[in-house]
């Protein structure tokens, strides 16, 4: 069992170009989650989604977008990316109980 | 949503136990406390949660007094292995996902040989 595997592992990208972070989980999860991590700093909530084909803005939705067209899969797309989105991201499920898995994150430069 | 506190950093000594404090005084009736580590370069994991009294797991051990507005995680002899940032959350009840939990900025523990 894979658990939660996230893609690309790093990437390095220009301003203005459009990226996408894919996220699968495997443990039939209903509700998934994205977060970012700058350095030294706690986990922020970027969108959730509660089960397929819904999902919700968290703390600091701007410039992201989501969609959840399965319950394995929670891509999280960046339109135009911009440098303040420098950071780690971290997808992550959980289960009836509210116990939220990680996966292994990307760290995303933007240039 | 209730708000908790943490000490930024603590530092120990290998085989000692380490209890770190967290403060949530506006936790509701229906929360509970659950206690992340994250390594370095990986992702938060989950290593025990508590509703009262006492809570042990073959990781750590939480302790809840009555009145439910501060916890303690407790590591018991700790190895180098253990340095790491750990988090305090306060979680309702069957959260709607999301936007219901918040990650401070956790403790960093530094275990010294």
């Known amino acids: 069992i894979a658990g939660i595997t996230q893609a690309p592992t790093s990437q390095i990208l220009a301003a203005g170009r459009r990226m996408t972070l894919r996220c699968t989980q495997d443990m039939r999860h209903n509700a998934m989650y994205w977060y970012r991590q700058d350095l030294g700093l706690g986990l922020r909530l970027i969108h959730y989604s509660n089960t397929a084909g819904t999902t919700g803005k968290g703390e600091v939705p701007d410039g992201y977008s989501v969609s959840r067209a399965n319950t394995d899969d929670f891509p999280l797309t960046l339109a135009s990316a911009v440098p303040s989105q420098t950071s780690v991201y971290f997808c992550?499920?959980?289960?009836?109980?509210?116990?939220?898995?990680f996966g292994p994150g990307t760290r995303l430069t933007v240039l | 949503l209730a708000k908790t506190t943490q000490p930024i950093s603590m530092d120990s000594y290998e085989g000692q136990e380490v209890n770190i404090t967290c403060s949530h005084n506006n936790i509701a009736t229906n929360d509970y406390i659950t206690w992340y580590q994250q390594f370095p370069s990986q992702g938060p994991r989950f290593i025990i949660q508590g509703y009262k009294t006492k809570v042990t797991n073959e990781v750590a051990s939480l302790f809840i007094p009555a009145d439910r507005k501060s916890s303690t995680l407790s590591l018991p002899r700790v190895s180098l292995s253990d340095t790491a940032v750990y988090y305090c959350?306060?979680?309702?009840?069957?959260?709607?996902?999301?936007?219901?939990?918040?990650f401070g900025g956790g403790t960093r523990v530094l275990v010294k040989p």
């Open positions: 992550a499920s959980s289960d009836q109980t509210d116990t939220q898995y």
């Open positions: 959350l306060v979680v309702p009840q069957r959260a709607a996902a999301g936007n219901k939990l918040t």
